[in-house]
């Protein structure tokens, strides 16, 4: 495990509050083991809170099972693989606290040290119940690991007829920031849906805003609005009324204290689609998911715990026509890349919150290529990702 700690280019500013730095920790499994054996799997034992680079790695180098001396063969010519996870929890989005991310990692890495890949969540599974964002770094390693000993880039590891490009939106921050600059570059980039932070300013203010903005737009760009539950419920009317007649193609979140029939309501009142998010931390997910008052789902691998609970879970909404979006937690490139091959495998089309990267001035490795709006997702096996350290 490396720590980290990644400065951004500009504020994070929600209705929930902000942030200027991502901090987390990088883990690696890897195994020297030949592609018809079940890998042993080595997590570095260095303690992860050691002292952090501003703006990139833990120093000092690790050790054994750490990054140093990776090579693309064993000894004996066995093949070598080395898996990445990424464990950056952010309480607001519906993870564990940074606290209980590090006392976890603490506790795991005693099981986990020369454990069969094979059964290592198991095993972790009890240390892991209340820790999402562990859970997922960790899940995200053994599958990045086990993708490539099959010789499948994760998406088709998780669906074979993954697709390899994602649909992504815009994120163009907080309302009261955004420029027409901003806006022009956006479509001439090529996306199609633009996402803004609102709700942290009274309703009339920000429908002004919004109502100059939606002049600048071409016709087949829209706006995807976050409120990260900004209003009470008459607020909430009050704005998604005076949306009616802009390009609006969905609103996130726009109750303060959201329950499913007042979401139901809202919902009915207009024409796009309402989504929740952060909301949907300790729903039930074997019940029924068309009782959540909304016809979307923006789900955070990092908050549900895991990549394959986030498929099946994405797979459920479909299949009971609710829609999906795939969305990160300002990750660091080993998250990113992990969510996007997630995003691919999950057959929704439509554009997910995955345009982050360039929100970090600084990174772990290189992202996922954005292109006309949309992530390229190379033939690379497993994940894609590679750290910059290493490199």
């Not at 901090?23 to 890897?30: A, M, Y």
């Not at 989504?275 to 691998?301: C, F, I, M, Y």
Request: aromatic share 4%; glycine share 8%; net charge neutral.
């Amino acid at each position: 495990m490396i720590a980290y700690d990644l400065p951004l280019r500009r504020k994070w500013a929600t209705a929930r509050g902000g942030f200027n730095r991502r901090c987390g920790w990088l883990l690696q499994l890897r195994s020297a083991d030949d592609l018809t054996n079940s890998p042993n799997c080595l997590i570095s034992s260095n303690p992860p809170n050691p002292p952090l680079l501003k703006g990139g790695f833990s120093s000092p180098p690790l050790a054994k099972g750490g990054l140093g001396g990776i090579s693309s063969s064993a000894k004996g010519g066995k093949a070598r693989f080395c898996g990445y996870g990424d464990c950056a929890p952010l309480a607001a989005a519906g993870t564990e606290t940074p606290q209980a991310a590090a006392q976890t990692l603490l506790k795991i890495q005693k099981i986990a040290i020369g454990h069969d890949a094979a059964t290592l969540l198991d095993a972790l599974e009890p240390e892991l119940t209340a820790t999402p964002a562990v859970r997922f770094a960790v899940e995200c390693a053994l599958l990045d690991l086990l993708s490539q000993q099959r010789g499948l880039t994760l998406r088709h590891f998780l669906a074979p007829t993954a697709s390899n490009a994602v649909p992504v939106n815009a994120m163009l921050g907080a309302l009261s920031t955004v420029t027409p600059n901003e806006v022009h570059a956006a479509c001439a980039a090529g996306f199609k849906v633009l996402k803004i932070k609102v709700g942290l300013h009274d309703p009339a203010t920000e429908l002004a805003q919004l109502t100059a903005l939606a002049q600048l737009l071409p016709l087949d760009v829209t706006f995807r609005l976050d409120a990260n539950g900004a209003w009470e419920f008459d607020a909430a009317q009050q704005m998604l009324d005076g949306l009616a007649q802009l390009p609006i193609e969905s609103v996130e979140e726009p109750l303060r204290q959201p329950n499913a029939a007042q979401l139901a309501t809202l919902q009915q009142r207009v024409i796009f689609p309402l989504a929740r998010d952060e909301s949907l931390h300790g729903v039930n997910w074997q019940g029924d998911l068309t009782a959540l008052g909304v016809q979307r789902l923006v789900l955070k691998p990092a908050a549900i715990g895991g990549v394959r609970r986030t498929l099946a879970l994405a797979q459920r909404a479909q299949a009971a026509g609710i829609e999906v979006v795939i969305t990160s937690v300002i990750e660091s490139a080993a998250g990113l890349w992990a969510t996007a091959q997630l995003a691919a495998a999950s057959a929704s089309a439509i554009p997910h919150g995955l345009a982050t990267a360039d929100w970090l001035a600084a990174d772990l490795g290189a992202p996922p290529l954005l292109h006309n709006g949309q992530l390229l997702l190379p033939p690379t096996l497993g994940t894609g990702f590679h750290p910059h350290l290493i490199d």
